[in-house]
């Protein structure tokens, strides 16, 4: 009824704790933001023989802000469950993908709100388009436009797996990019780093990862071959002068890796094995925000996906007070370190929570369940509203 969806909107966290420097210091910037495909922040100067697997990814690290403690939210709709949450500040569903189970729900996304901004918004997107329901969803979420597989050459050569490979993808989407309306919000979602990691071998410029273990040996090779497309997409927008006009964010989707290849990965990370608190630190992702004229610096904030809408909005000098929304500003000195997985799990600066046990940061030994106390309710709460205002389609009732 109206009455519980007031209710709920009434509860939910409305933040709108910024940080007074960095607030507004790009109105009226382009917004370019990239989504990596299965990239963790693992990956980050991780050596292999002494050869970097993400050395673009690495000089990102020093010449932007890098969030080192940063979480991906998703469930069962993997990419389009990031794509939800960067969009909506809401938590995608503990079941199924909100992308196919919700397309028509009323929302209130970063394109409609950067459009009554006299934002343009477009996705890119190498895959036919109605995957994951994208097509109709992008639609709902204001969109002005969906460049989806149609729009590219796409070849014998410069496909593998589930469609054209990342360099061309960004070489291709540059001409339609250019000639966008400015200001924009544009959204690139890279693929060639996906399960199974498939890559040409003249294209393969790390060996895999020695272990006895595919997926995990050949991960290393995706991960580098996106890497490098991400460098020349960078440098074209450079070219372009793009770069100096636009926020650029650069984050990862979801693990690649699943909990299945614990033995492999615990040689990775040269640990006799993996415990509960390793496998939430290794679903964090790397975030990466590139603001012109700033430089940057390593943040060990604590977040996650669902707080980059409150921040990417902030930054262009748009308030959120009217928006119902669960993130929080990541460059706020308020902003809440409480990080909710969609299994339940959180994250606080502190304590990481899992399978009922909570661990204390940074070695993950198992304390008091007490020291975890506080924040398993609100945790809960928090994913809990989220749920009903998608089951509800309760956002119909603010307009
Ligand atoms: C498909 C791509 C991969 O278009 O986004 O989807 P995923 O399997 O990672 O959700
Ligand atoms: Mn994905």
Same mark, same amino acid.
């Given at each position: ?29 382009? /917004? ?35 969030? +080192? ?30 992308? =196919?189970?919700?397309?028509?729900? &009323?929302? +209130? ?38 460049? %989806? ?16 490979? *990342?360099?061309?993808?960004? &070489? ?44 995990? %040996? ?27 006009? $636009? ?5 990862? *989707? ?18 006799? +094995? ?37 921040? /990417? ?5 748009? *308030?959120?007070?009217? *928006?119902?929304?669960?993130? $929080?500003?990541?460059? %706020? ?11 339940? $799990? ?38 809990? =509203? %989220? ?13």
């Amino acid at each position: 009824s109206n009455l519980d969806a007031e209710e709920i909107l009434q509860k939910t966290k409305k933040d709108t704790t910024h940080d007074p420097e960095l607030y507004g210091i790009a109105k009226g910037k382009n /917004l370019i933001v990239v989504s990596l495909e299965s990239t963790q922040n693992f990956v980050l100067n991780y050596k292999i023989n002494e050869k970097e697997v993400t050395p673009f990814l690495n000089e990102l690290a020093d010449s932007s802000y890098y969030f +080192n403690n940063f979480y991906h939210q998703t469930g069962q709709g993997k990419t389009s469950d990031s794509e939800f949450l960067v969009d909506n500040s809401l938590y995608p569903l503990p079941r199924g993908a909100v992308f =196919q189970t919700h397309p028509l729900n &009323e929302y +209130n996304a970063m394109p409609e709100i950067l459009k009554a901004n006299g934002y343009y918004s477009a996705v890119f997107h190498g895959n036919n388009k109605s995957f994951w329901n994208r097509d109709v969803v992008y639609k709902t979420m204001g969109y002005n436009h969906f460049f %989806s597989e149609e729009y590219y050459k796409v070849t014998d050569e410069n496909t593998i797996n589930y469609g054209l490979k *990342d360099i061309p993808f960004f &070489e291709q989407s540059m001409p339609y990019l250019k000639d966008l309306p400015q200001p924009f919000y544009a959204r690139f979602i890279t693929l060639t780093n996906h399960h199974p990691y498939l890559i040409h071998e003249d294209e393969q410029w790390i060996e895999p990862y020695p272990v006895d273990d595919g997926t995990v %040996s050949r991960y290393f090779t995706t991960v580098r071959y996106a890497d490098e497309a991400l460098r020349n997409f960078f440098n074209d927008l450079k070219k372009s002068g793009l770069y100096k006009n $636009s926020v650029v964010v650069v984050y990862g *989707d979801h693990y690649g890796i699943s909990e299945r290849h614990q033995d492999a990965m615990a040689q990775v990370l040269g640990k006799p +094995n993996l415990t509960a608190y390793n496998q939430v630190e290794l679903q964090q992702v790397p975030l990466f925000i590139h603001v012109p004229g700033k430089r940057g610096k390593q943040l060990d904030t604590v977040g996650g996906q669902v707080d980059l809408k409150p921040t /990417l909005l902030h930054l262009l000098g748009i *308030d959120t007070k009217n *928006d119902v929304h669960f993130g $929080s500003d990541l460059f %706020s000195e308020d902003h809440h370190e409480l990080t909710v997985l969609r299994n339940g $799990s959180f994250v606080t600066d502190k304590f990481i929570y899992t399978n009922e046990t909570c661990y204390v940061k940074p070695f993950g030994a198992p304390v008091d369940i007490r020291k975890c106390e506080p924040y398993i309710e609100k945790a809960k709460e928090e994913l809990d =509203q %989220s749920d009903r205002i998608i089951y509800g389609d309760l956002l119909r009732f603010l307009k």
